[in-house]
């Protein structure tokens, strides 16, 4: 299927070099492209993706990034961006570029739904351009040309049918189309009515037979209705007759829409020829709605994988925080798994890891994910990654994980990774990132361990990136003496005997040979014959990396016991501080009440006393003044004295109802609590601390938490 110029565009600047072109990791690869094909809402974009690589271009990389970031961002914040399916003009763009070719009614809607879509992006963007700087970039030197669409819509309506207003010619024609179906119809009215009349009609009525309109008679009645006869039921029952009336009027009919369609015929080439002097324009818009679709898929996978754009160096390096394998990461979710995330820094004097752990322990899946992140990445897809990692640049992947063996040449697994190795030991440099499966085995254990080492020290002296997966021993020795590479291993819990899949990187792992076979149900006696036959060193060696990951656990469980204890003793410490400030607040509170309320006692007295000077001085007779304001002060003493008596017997009532053996009580005038040890009547007797005394229980008050809900229940009471 043709395509214009700018269909791909978009597409890497510069490819990466991927040795060997089929592997494990491509595969898992073009399933991430499957996964955003499925996202697309168009054939044009699912068929780039299809065929789109990683690519090496610092510049350009990062340009497809930060797009489909901000496409993450605008289908996540709900933005009323077009997502629904277009159409792909690759045949009606193909057309264009032929003189005179004329495009269907279909092809013109087509374009028009085109149109109408680039129309929204274009006022989408119009005032949204400073929210999405770089998708708008898409439309940088492009202008939507709203005549092309007004052009369709004079010609005809969006169901595609072509408007009378189109040409003079053709509102003639569709005038005296219908009247003449107007006269035809009263003509079929009046024979039905004749039909029936006599009894003629069959069941159906009325139908078409090659391409007439015809009346459903009784076969018997055929030669006593005057018309032309269509066709006969199978049955044989039923004639379908043209009424002779009507012959005339269907033939001019007939005519009339010939003459309707050679004339919409003419005014789509006129069309097309208008269309055709905006082929490019068209094309463009095309190309901008493939590019947004293909960006909106990237966007739309990125948000179900819930990745994030890292930091992206122009220079070679891997720094990834808390990175998951997408594919399983997707899988997990939906059995309701968790997925174990991982760390790792490559760069410097650190540029090639060797992993070592054992089998099923996760090695593998470190690697592929470390792969299958920077061929996404490089192919403009968010990575399952912490937002702060930091991705280097490289432009050559060399892969080698699983079964290389090739039935084509006639190669052993381990001839064919050796034709591998060749490659990656002349193909490697300092962009060069190598990812090996299972290194050096395939042959005799000692000699293809000494080849691992001798091909992993050449790939160190070039500087190249990479990551092995390894059990051999002298693989993990290099890497512990050799500048530029480190080991690492998969953590594996020796209490439970099962792995942990998390990733430790800076000691070897032991690759519990002896343990895993215990577990597999293996004889003792064969295990034991086993450790006889190891050399005393490398079973030594094999114990050591036992004893440190079992010592590993144990101070991972004590530090996680450590930590449950700082976070308890943070949270009392916290609630001692607020307390305290609570505490503070409190006495600041009283304080302020007892001013305010001697302030207003002073006031009361001071407006008293001067209402005293006044009746004083006015008053001749001062005995009598003296005695109001002695008989005042005397209703006041009674007064509060009734009120302190009230105020005392509620709470001799209430003290009663609450004070019992073990309640936590305070003397009046005190502030100290300490607990009932009994009572008898009205007397109690307290314990503060180890001091006994005995208190009246008006002299009582009961502390206020342990009363409240005393006091609730005797208001409910």
Known sequence: MGCPRTFLRGLPLRRMEIFPGQSLLLDEFGK?????????????AAEVIEQEMPGSDFVDVLGRLEQTDEMRKLIADSQPFPSDAYPDLRDCLKLLRVRNAMLSVGQVLEIRRILERTAVIHAFFKTRAELYPLLASVLSGSRYDADLLSSIDVVMDEVGVVRSSASSELASIRKQLGRKRAEVEQIYQSALSRYRKSGWLSDAQES?????????????????????????????????????????????????????????????????????????????????????????????????MRASLPFVEPIPMVHLIDASHPLLFLKNIQSGKKTVPFSLDLGGDSRILVISGPNAGG?????????????????????????????????????????????????????????????????????????????????????????????????????????????????????????????????????????????????????????????????????????????KNTLLLEE?????????????????????????????????????????????????????????????????????????????????????????????????????????????????????KGVSVRLKNGKVYGQVDSRRGDRVIVLFGNVKTTADIKDLVVQEEKAAPEKQRKSQA
Request: with cysteine.
């Open 32 to 44: 991430i492209r499957q996964l955003a094909v499925a996202e697309c809402c168009g054939r044009p």
């Open 208 to 304: 078409w037979r090659n391409g007439r309109r015809v009346v459903s008679i009784q076969a018997e009645q055929k030669r006593t209705a005057k018309g032309i006869i269509h066709d006969i039921s199978a049955t044989g029952k039923t004639c379908f007759i043209e009424p002779e009336e009507a012959i005339p009027y269907n033939n001019l009919i007939q005519s009339l829409e010939e003459e309707e369609r050679q004339e919409i015929l003419r005014i789509l080439r006129a069309l097309s020829d208008q269309l055709r002097n905006h082929h490019e324009a068209i094309s463009l818009y095309f190309d901008q709605n493939v590019r947004f679709d293909r960006i909106a898929a990237k966007a739309r996978l990125a948000l179900k």
């Open 363 to 535: 090695k593998t899946v470190c690697l592929k994910t470390v792969g299958l992140l920077q061929l996404m990445l490089q192919a403009g897809y968010l990575v399952t990654a912490d937002g702060n990692s930091r991705f280097g640049l490289f432009s050559h992947l060399l892969v080698d994980i699983g079964d290389s063996q090739s039935l084509e040449f006639e190669l052993s697994t381990y001839s064919s990774r050796l034709r591998h190795m060749k490659e990656f030991v002349s193909r490697s440099g300092e962009r060069t990132l190598f990812l090996i499966d299972e290194f050096g085995t395939g042959t005799d254990p000692a000699l293809g361990g000494a080849l691992a080492e001798a091909i992993l020290e050449e790939l160190n002296y070039k500087r190249s990136f990479g990551i092995i997966t390894t059990h051999y021993m002298n693989l993990k020795v290099l890497a512990d003496r050799t500048k530029g590479i480190i080991n690492g291993s998969m953590a594996f819990d020796a209490r439970r005997l099962e792995p942990m899949y998390k990733l430790e990187v800076g000691k070897p792992g032991s690759s519990y040979t002896f343990v895993v076979a215990e577990r597999s149900g293996l004889p003792h006696s064969v295990i034991n014959k086993a450790r006889k036959k190891v050399k």
């Open 544 to 660: 050591l990396l036992n004893k440190l990951e079992r010592e590993k656990s144990e101070v991972a469980r004590l530090l996680e016991v450590n930590r449950n204890q700082e976070k308890r003793l943070q949270e009392l410490v916290g609630r001692y501080e607020r307390n305290v400030v609570k505490q503070e607040q409190r006495e600041v509170q009283d304080t302020e009440r007892v001013r305010q309320k001697e302030l207003r006692l002073s006031r009361q007295l001071e407006d008293r006393f001067q209402r005293f000077v006044k009746d004083w001085k006015e008053s001749r007779d001062k005995k009598a003044v003296l005695h109001k304001y002695t008989r005042k002060l005397d209703e006041r003493k009674n007064e509060l004295s009734a009120k302190e008596q009230i105020k005392q017997e509620e709470l001799v009532s209430f003290n009663r109802l609450n004070i019992r």
